[in-house]
């Protein structure tokens, strides 16, 4: 073999190492069809970091796609891409070791999603686990049909569901890791990253949405649209601590949300464990007035520091009238208004209750506990001492930073 030969042999042995070695995150790969065995095929080659496109097209599937690297699968957009689950769910999402460590993008978009399996997205990890997933973003995708949980989710998934529609009725579930959430994420605070965010959302039909939510999960609700014939009851769900080793939900928050339709079952939200927020959401409808109850219907005494605290109301309107909480069961006598919940009160003092308006006109003196919300400012103080204002909220950036870029 001559010399020049040679060379050129190395050269290109080395030049294919090189491109192999050096491949970064973001490529991209097509599949060859919407068919389940085509969009498997591509996600096998895909990489943590890269994109795979699913073209235009219908087709059923009917098995699922077990996903283990943070990757984005995108569709040609809602009613071009049209996926119909025959008997299990779409995409399941169990993210390796590689993907918690290095906290990949985890996309799902521009698809629409048919059938009613148990659930069509599943994001789902281990009880032990101790590294939550914070990247994760499905959006722009529309849900036809579905009978059972749209999205699941069940472990520390962070980031934001977003710019969806969900027509028919709709539950969704949300849990944490049980008692590894508690034991590492507690105190928990609001208006933080460490949250799984539903936003810009149309809800559209009969039964319209439902959350369920608990085993130290964490979500916030806002900037959402619901237009329905039947508002459910409860709309929402914080699961409080259960019988067997069954931990609470550990926080939610509720806000800027716009929903219509008639009341026939008139609960709004179901408090039962953790800490929760809600405020500044409207409605309207042509029966009955709708409710928020804070309750603890087991005995939580072995482990206090999951029946509902530090929770707020102020600034939910139905009808152009205000809804207060109120308490309901309590078993362990463990729940009081302006204890561990408070309301918006009228002429605020800085006794009781929260007050709301402009920061200059609140209040200079102040009995612990009670909040005033700042309508210039958006923040929430807390009096964490008599005469003390200390500010404890401020909204997490909108829109979500997942959503930008």
């Not at 943070?70 to 025959?86: K, Q």
């Amino acid at each position: 073999m001559n010399r020049l030969l040679m060379l050129f042999i190395i050269s290109v042995l080395f030049f294919g190492f090189y491109c192999e070695a050096t491949r970064s995150s973001g490529s991209t790969t097509t599949a060859a069809s919407a068919s389940f065995s085509d969009v498997s095929a591509a996600v096998a080659v895909a990489r943590a970091g890269d994109t795979v496109i699913v073209p235009a097209g219908s087709a059923t599937w009917s098995g699922y796609l077990n996903i283990t690297k943070g990757i984005s699968i995108i569709g040609a957009g809602i009613g071009n891409t049209i996926i119909t689950a025959a008997s299990t769910h779409i995409f399941r999402f169990s993210p390796d070791a590689l993907t918690r460590t290095n906290q990949d993008l985890f996309r799902i978009s521009g698809f629409t999603f048919r059938g009613s399996p148990t659930d069509l997205i599943l994001l789902e990890e281990s009880n032990s686990e101790t590294v939550p997933i914070r990247n994760v973003r499905i959006d722009h995708n529309r849900w036809e049909n579905s009978g059972g949980y749209p999205i699941y989710i069940d472990g520390n998934f962070w980031g934001v569901i977003d710019s969806n529609q969900f027509a028919g009725a709709n539950f969704f579930m949300v849990l944490g890791n049980q008692a590894a959430s508690w034991d590492q994420f507690y105190p928990a605070n609001y208006g933080t990253a460490d949250n799984l965010y539903f936003e810009d959302n149309t809800f559209s039909g009969s039964h319209v949405i439902g959350i369920q939510s608990g085993q130290g999960g964490r979500w916030a609700f806002r900037y959402n649209t619901l237009t329905s014939t039947l508002l459910d009851s409860p709309m929402f769900d914080q699961h409080g601590n259960q019988p067997g080793g069954i931990y609470a939900l550990m926080l939610c928050e509720i806000y800027e949300n716009a929903w219509t339709g008639t009341t026939q079952y008139s609960r709004w939200d179901y408090q039962r464990g953790g800490k929760l927020l809600m405020y500044n959401n409207t409605g309207s409808g042509s029966m009955g007035n709708p409710s928020i109850t804070v309750n603890d219907d087991v005995d939580s005494s072995a482990v206090p520091i999951q029946w509902p605290y530090d929770s707020y109301f102020f600034n939910n309107l139905w009808n152009g009238s205000r809804v207060n909480a109120t308490e309901g069961v309590d078993v362990g006598n463990h729940i009081e208004e302006n204890r561990e919940f408070w309301n918006q009160t009228n002429s605020f003092n800085g006794t009781a209750g929260i007050g709301v308006g402009l920061l200059a006109n609140r209040p200079a003196t102040c009995t612990t506990g009670v909040a005033y919300w700042a309508t210039d400012t958006k923040t929430l103080y807390k009096a964490t001492a008599p005469n003390t204002w200390t500010p404890c909220y401020t909204p997490y950036a909108y829109p979500h930073p997942l959503r930008v870029g």
